[in-house]
């Protein structure tokens, strides 16, 4: 589906009212909210090396994710808008890149989440994540853990700019 039409499906979903949507909605800007997904990304990093130091790989996964989509929740609250929808926040994200609003890239978006690529031979952060999630497997291979922490701080530290900018 086009991003626009994602975009106007999530609204409109987002039209139902504060406590049942499922979509996006537009909002006032709130900097309390944005510091609050900043404070929750920040809590997420630290989550994530505690579960790996601590033998968690799987939820160290998990925690990564989150470190970066409540970033990226973040960067929709600065242009005003509310999301609780992952799919609906990767479309609005994706329009954000189209528009020069942000400096991420597609292709960074993309190794966060990519709704083209196969689950089972995906590396993105949230099929990881599912991988994880979903399998019996509780420990990451030390290569792929090295990779994806360190890609996790780059986005990391790429998308606060974005916010703070």
């Given at each position: 589906?086009?991003?626009?039409?994602?975009?106007?499906?999530?609204?409109?979903e987002g039209d139902?009212?504060?406590?049942?949507?499922k979509g996006i909605r537009k909002i006032s800007a709130d900097e309390n909210m944005i510091a609050g997904h900043i404070r929750k990304a920040i809590h997420n990093m630290k989550a994530m090396?505690?579960?790996?130091e601590n033998g968690f790989g799987d939820w160290a996964?998990?925690?990564g994710f989150y470190v970066l989509y409540h970033l990226l929740l973040a960067l929709l609250v600065k242009e005003g808008f509310e999301s609780r929808n992952q799919s609906c926040t990767f479309a609005l994200v994706?329009?954000?890149?189209?528009?020069?609003?942000?400096?991420l890239t597609k292709k960074e978006l993309e190794y966060i989440y990519n709704s083209e690529i196969d689950l089972n031979h995906?590396?993105?952060?949230?099929?990881?994540?599912?991988?994880?999630?979903?399998?019996?497997?509780?420990?990451?291979?030390?290569?792929?853990?090295?990779?994806?922490?360190?890609?996790?701080?780059?986005?990391?530290?790429?998308?606060r700019k974005d916010i703070e900018g």
């Open positions: 589906m086009p991003v626009d039409e994602k975009i106007h499906k999530c609204l409109k139902k009212g504060e406590q049942r949507h090396l505690f579960f790996k996964i998990s925690a994706e329009k954000m890149i189209e528009e020069g609003k942000i400096s995906s590396t993105t952060v949230l099929d990881l994540r599912e991988r994880y999630q979903y399998s019996t497997q509780t420990e990451t291979e030390e290569q792929e853990w090295q990779e994806f922490k360190s890609k996790i701080k780059a986005l990391f530290d790429k998308i």
